[in-house]
């Protein structure tokens, strides 16, 4: 892999990591302050929205690290039986099939994004969902390139 691409890969994995960290706290604190404060008879209107939210979020962003770091589900029962070269041939057009199932989804996700802009679909407090939802489109793209870049890519060792 080129210094570049290992360079971008990296900051790739620790921005991810990083937001991943700090949504789940956000999630977990949020979720926590609910359920002490409705104890009390009180609760905030907008923690349970932004509890879901966070689970959007950690779920999107939780499945490009994983696809980053290769720790995605994947179906290898042939694997064991290939050589060395047909596996790496099997592994690529998967991983081409796969990036083009992400494209697809990302390009209409988009459209969902942009539905819940016109109708102003209330997301967490005054904030609209299309804000909160854009997540969606931007990891699918951002899992489109990860697996382009497997697919073409020698891992390194």
Same mark, same amino acid.
């Given at each position: 892999?080129?210094?570049?691409?290992?360079?971008?890969?990296?900051?790739?994995?620790?921005?991810?990591?990083?937001?991943?960290?700090?949504?789940?706290?956000?999630?977990?604190?949020?979720?926590?302050?609910?359920?002490?404060?409705?104890?009390?008879? +009180? #609760?905030? *209107?907008?923690? !349970?929205?932004?509890?879901?939210?966070? %689970?959007?979020?950690?779920?999107? @962003? &939780?499945?490009?690290?994983?696809?980053?770091?290769?720790?995605?589900?994947?179906?290898?029962?042939?694997?064991?039986?290939?050589?060395?070269?047909?596996?790496?041939?099997?592994?690529?057009?998967?991983?081409?099939?796969?990036?083009?199932?992400?494209?697809? +989804? #990302?390009? *209409?996700?988009? !459209?969902?994004?942009?539905?819940?802009? %016109?109708?102003?679909?209330?997301? @967490? &407090?005054?904030?609209?969902?299309?804000?909160?939802?854009?997540?969606?489109?931007?990891?699918?793209?951002?899992?489109?390139?990860?697996?382009?870049?497997?697919?073409?890519?020698?891992?390194?060792?």
């Amino acid at each position: 892999m080129s210094p570049l691409l290992n360079r971008f890969t990296q900051v790739l994995r620790w921005t991810g990591n990083s937001l991943l960290v700090g949504l789940f706290l956000t999630m977990l604190i949020v979720a926590a302050v609910q359920v002490i404060s409705r104890q009390f008879g +009180f #609760g905030f *209107y907008w923690g !349970d929205d932004l509890v879901r939210m966070a %689970v959007l979020w950690v779920t999107m @962003v &939780g499945a490009v690290v994983a696809i980053g770091d290769s720790k995605h589900i994947r179906i290898d029962l042939i694997d064991s039986l290939l050589t060395d070269r047909a596996r790496r041939l099997v592994q690529s057009l998967s991983y081409i099939a796969t990036a083009v199932i992400c494209a697809i +989804f #990302g390009y *209409y996700s988009l !459209d969902m994004v942009g539905w819940d802009y %016109v109708d102003g679909t209330p997301g @967490v &407090g005054q904030a609209p969902a299309w804000i909160f939802e854009t997540v969606i489109p931007g990891s699918a793209f951002l899992m489109t390139l990860r697996f382009t870049l497997q697919a073409f890519v020698k891992p390194s060792t």
